[in-house]
Every structure is written in structure tokens, then in C-alpha cells.
T-cell receptor
């Protein structure tokens, strides 16, 4: 158990509304990640963080922003949700080994109508 | 740039038969390679990794993977599949020079029939 909690686990919202997903970790890891999972695409990196207030973009960052004001929390925000952002979102932390394997939360399923 | 290909969307095997899930990768430097498994409505679970050294890596639940540098492959194997191995499997790669990014394949759905 990597001590990762995602909330909410399920959310249905309407196009144009803001949405924030939260990832909380209990083990003080430096690196945190947000991925989205879509059929046929596997997991694609949205944003990642390498420390408090230190974040960078991944390969599918358009329409998303992130914030990390505390080590334990990494927030993903959709400023104005679109139907193309309907997906399952996974938070991950990087383990302590040098090889950088990731450990994932249980996912947040977002439906944008 | 780094990328992963999993050429099979689905693999179907009978229980007790050997299971192979294929993965090929592309990195500019030396790779770190990983396999993950995902059960329905769950997050990804780490199975095993290749760092360096022995080309045959052993992991959780009786799985192993064979690294082949010349073929840039990292196939996942299990000698005798179980019905409970039915899941979605992901291969992932990280360039050893890339400190932060893990790239995933599209995934392979494994179905083991009784």
C-alpha cells in the first residue's frame, strides 16, 4: 500500500464547469504525477510535480492545471471541463528507489456531460 | 523521445498454459523497463522491473520478463496461467537519463479461460 488517496473517486459534471481532483499521500514522496487512462491510449502523463510549488507539464496538459502547496497534496484542476476530458484519472507517486517505478492510487472516474 | 508498443490488444489462453504478453520499446539511452497489472476498477500494481544485469527478471505472482536488447523487447511471461491472471497489463519504459517520466504502452487485456 503506497498510501495514496484520490478524491472524489467518481464525479459527473457538465461541460464548462470547473473540477478539482485531489491526490493525497502519506509517505512524504517528492515526485507526484497525474495520468489519464483512455482505451487504446494506455496512460498519458498530464502534469507532474518534483516538489512543493514545483510542477511541469506532461504530454497532454492542455486544459489542465495543477498545484502543490504541501508535500502530501497534489491537485488537478480542469478550469472548464469538456467532454473530451471524460476519463479515468490516476495519481501516482515515485518510489524511493533510483529506478523510478511509480505507485498508483485507485483512480478517479470523471464523466463530463 | 521514449515510447512503448504492445502489439496485441488481447491475449487469450487456457488455464495452465504458458502466457506471454509482448512489449517493445524505444529510448535514446539505456532503459529502465517495468510491467504493471490492472484489475477492474483498480489502480495499476507494479509487477516487476528491469534495471541492468540478468536479462530474466522475476516478479510478483509468478511472473517473469525477459529483456532482449537487440530486439528492444521486454516480454512478460508466466509458465502456467491462472484464471485470476485475467487483467489488463501495461509495459512502461524510462530512459535512464530521464529523471521523471515513465511512458506506458496502450495495454494488453489478458483473458485466461478455465
Amino acid at each position: 500500500d503506497a498510501g495514496i488517496t484520490q478524491s472524489p473517486r467518481h464525479k459527473v459534471t457538465e461541460t464548462g464547469t470547473p473540477v478539482t481532483l485531489r491526490c493525497h499521500q502519506t509517505e512524504n514522496h517528492r515526485y507526484m504525477y497525474w495520468y489519464r487512462q483512455d482505451p487504446g491510449h494506455g496512460l498519458r502523463l498530464i502534469h507532474y510535480s518534483y516538489g512543493v510549488k514545483d510542477t511541469d507539464k506532461g504530454e497532454v496538459s492542455d486544459g489542465y492545471s495543477v498545484s502543490r502547496s504541501k508535500t502530501e497534496d497534489f491537485l488537478l484542476t480542469l478550469e472548464s471541463a469538456t467532454s473530451s476530458q471524460t476519463s479515468v484519472y490516476f495519481c501516482a507517486i515515485r518510489g524511493d528507489s533510483d529506478t523510478g517505478e511509480l505507485f498508483f492510487g485507485e483512480g478517479s472516474r470523471l464523466t463530463v456531460l | 523521445a521514449q515510447s512503448v508498443a504492445q502489439p496485441e490488444d488481447q491475449v487469450n489462453v487456457a488455464e495452465g498454459n504458458p502466457l506471454t504478453v509482448k512489449c517493445t520499446y524505444s529510448v535514446s539511452g539505456n532503459p529502465y523497463l517495468f510491467w504493471y497489472v490492472q484489475y477492474p476498477n483498480r489502480g495499476l500494481q507494479f509487477l516487476l522491473k528491469y534495471i541492468t544485469g540478468d536479462n530474466l527478471v522475476k516478479g510478483s505472482y509468478g511472473f517473469e520478463a525477459e529483456f532482449n536488447k537487440s530486439q528492444t523487447s521486454f516480454h512478460l511471461k508466466k509458465p502456467s496461467a491462472l484464471v485470476s491472471d485475467s487483467a489488463l497489463y501495461f509495459c512502461a519504459v524510462r530512459d535512464q537519463e530521464n529523471d521523471y517520466k515513465l511512458s506506458f504502452g496502450a495495454g494488453t487485456t489478458v483473458t485466461v479461460r478455465a
